[in-house]
């Protein structure tokens, strides 16, 4: 319906072109399902985009537009409101063919294809796999598999990937931390990974040699000292003396760790199409011809040792290291290499998903992809807020590093799947979100999860229930609680639209617990198995093609949908 009325009022537009009113007609015209009943079904702010133009007050120019509008029994009635919105009130007849169109298209319903088969690469969570998935990391991937799924609903074509930060030092300091407890020395670094995975880790190491390779490094850290010289010295000295040995432990560690965040996310029902190394960038060559292609642009200089990409040139507040005066890539020519790779494939956008605390990069990035001759409008990042966990209302306190945090497998086990999907999603990305795992696990109204979930079984519930062959009459869902029903229904298609093209899966999310709430509210006010069959049959009608578009929402969210609860 929102298309034809944009075309009809689009016919309207060219009528007060033809009459000189206005110079020309939009291509676009906004139309709007509205909020309140009283306002009708949809709004239109047309008049007053364009009173300017035509020299008229929106008022006046609404009431042209109407008068130019023709007959149509698909409209009951057309009103001004406020400074000059243009109000439709949609007829019954047109309405309740929701109903129908829902039934009949059943799973596919709210399927569009805006993307028109348009491939886009998604990149997200991307954790450094030297320990479990922690609860930030969880957000990350809710959010992430949730605008896969809606982007694909309207026509997309989505591949998700994982980039493994399986190279650099903080791989080194994973190992060396394994070797330290394989060995049970009491020394350990400051800087090193001290959770009870390390021990779990270590535990499977055989055959290795235990060496004292705190001898001859430097250790001032307990008194002040430099930390960061601490480990590496520590990291050179394992490399050292354990020759061959030392690789073994390193590939034992990222290998337990990518296992385990493999499973965990394929148990929160996240799926990637790719697992990208950085290490096979190294293994390539191709951070190294990337640094050269940029040295060869004349983007590069060297300084103390170092080279220094002029990031400053494409608005960056700072020129960036790529490679150290010890002649080590950083993280930051990888990361170039990797979005050149990136872009190499031929995908129509690029989307990356990155913690907050990734903000200063996106800068950088943008420069790196417009000094190697590609487009950085082809790439969107997206940013994803921390999550606080809270219990019994207070607080839970994590530390990564000290090995002090709550992990996602913990999380899931203790909430569920379902929950700590939903709840993940249900603030804006870039907003802080407070996860009440109280909440979370309450079987109550005030959970949402729950009280959409509970509306799909209570229907589940009704129609087990009912026996019924009567041919429905759906002009008779005419009373207050049906009738909003009907207007939530007529919404969805539009809200999968929106939530898909803006990335905000929580649109979604509220769009279903107010669906739910209506149907709550209908479900305490009307019955549905009474004498009158006719109406029986036609309500039972709408409930069940509430029941579809409870599952089609939820299952776009991974959330599961029951029959009983």
Excluded at 244 to 269: M, P, Q, R, T, V
Excluded at 410 to 438: C, P, T, W
Excluded at 545 to 555: E, H
């Amino acid at each position: 319906m929102k298309e034809q009325l944009q075309r009809i009022l689009k016919q309207a537009l060219n009528s007060l072109v033809n009459e000189g009113v206005l110079e020309s007609a939009p291509e676009k015209i906004r139309i709007d399902h509205s909020k309140d009943k009283t306002q009708g079904d949809f709004a239109s702010n047309i008049a007053m985009v364009l009173a300017k133009r035509a020299g008229l007050i929106p008022k006046v120019l609404a009431q042209k537009i109407i008068d130019n509008l023709g007959d149509n029994t698909q409209i009951d009635k057309v009103q001004i409101a406020g400074p000059g919105f243009i109000n439709f009130f949609i007829s019954q007849g047109e309405n309740i063919q929701i109903i129908d169109r829902i039934i009949n298209q059943a799973e596919h319903y709210g399927k569009a294809d805006v993307g028109k088969g348009q491939r886009i690469l998604l990149e997200f969570v991307s954790a450094n796999p030297t320990g479990p998935l922690h609860v930030g990391h969880g957000r990350g991937a809710a959010y992430g598999a949730t605008v896969a799924n809606l982007l694909r609903a309207v026509g997309f074509e989505v591949d998700n990937e994982y980039y493994v930060n399986d190279a650099g030092r903080q791989m080194d300091i994973l190992a060396t931390s394994v070797y330290l407890r394989y060995v049970d020395t009491e020394q350990f670094p400051d800087n090193g990974y001290k959770g009870d995975y390390i021990f779990n880790i270590a535990k499977d190491i055989s055959g290795v040699k235990k060496c004292d390779i705190f001898d001859g490094v430097y250790k001032d850290e307990k008194n002040g000292g430099d930390k960061e010289k601490h480990i590496d010295d520590l990291i050179a000295c394992a490399k050292s003396q354990l020759g061959h040995d030392y690789k073994k432990i390193f590939d034992l560690a990222i290998n337990n760790i990518l296992s385990g965040i493999k499973i965990d996310l394929a148990e929160f029902g996240v799926e990637y199409q790719q697992w990208f190394s950085e290490q096979s960038l190294v293994n390539s060559g191709l951070s190294k011809e990337t640094v050269k292609k940029l040295q060869n642009s004349g983007y590069i200089y060297e300084k103390e040792g170092a080279l220094w990409f002029k990031t400053t040139d494409f608005g960056d507040d700072l020129d960036r290291v790529v490679v150290r005066e010890n002649g080590i890539h950083t993280y930051f020519a990888s990361d170039i290499a990797y979005h050149l790779e990136k872009f190499e494939r031929g995908y129509d956008k690029i989307i990356n998903i990155w913690g907050a605390d990734h903000h200063g990069y996106i800068a950088r990035v943008r420069a790196s992809i417009s000094a190697l001759g590609h487009n950085p409008d082809k790439l969107e990042i997206l940013l994803v807020q921390f999550a606080n966990l809270y219990r019994d209302g207070e607080k839970v306190a994590m530390s990564t590093r000290s090995g002090s945090f709550v992990t996602l497998e913990e999380l899931r086990h203790e909430v569920g799947n379902d929950a700590a999907r939903f709840f993940y999603i249900l603030r804006k990305s870039e907003q802080h979100m407070d996860f009440d795992l109280d909440l979370a696990k309450s079987k109550s109204n005030e959970n949402p999860v729950f009280y959409i979930q509970y509306a799909h079984a209570r229907i589940c519930s009704v129609l087990d229930k009912a026996q019924d062959n009567q041919t429905p009459d759906l002009v008779l869902l005419n009373n207050e609680y049906e009738q909003a029903l009907i207007k939530q229904l007529n919404r969805y298609s539009d809200v999968i639209k929106n939530a898909a093209i803006n990335y905000e899966p929580h649109v979604l999310a509220y769009y279903l617990r107010d669906l739910a709430g209506d149907f709550h509210s209908y479900y305490n006010n009307c019955e549905f198995l009474i004498d009158d069959k006719i109406l029986q049959a036609s309500r039972l009608q709408l409930i069940i093609a509430i029941r579809q578009i409870l599952r089609n929402g939820l299952g776009l969210l991974g959330v599961s949908a029951p029959d009983k609860m």
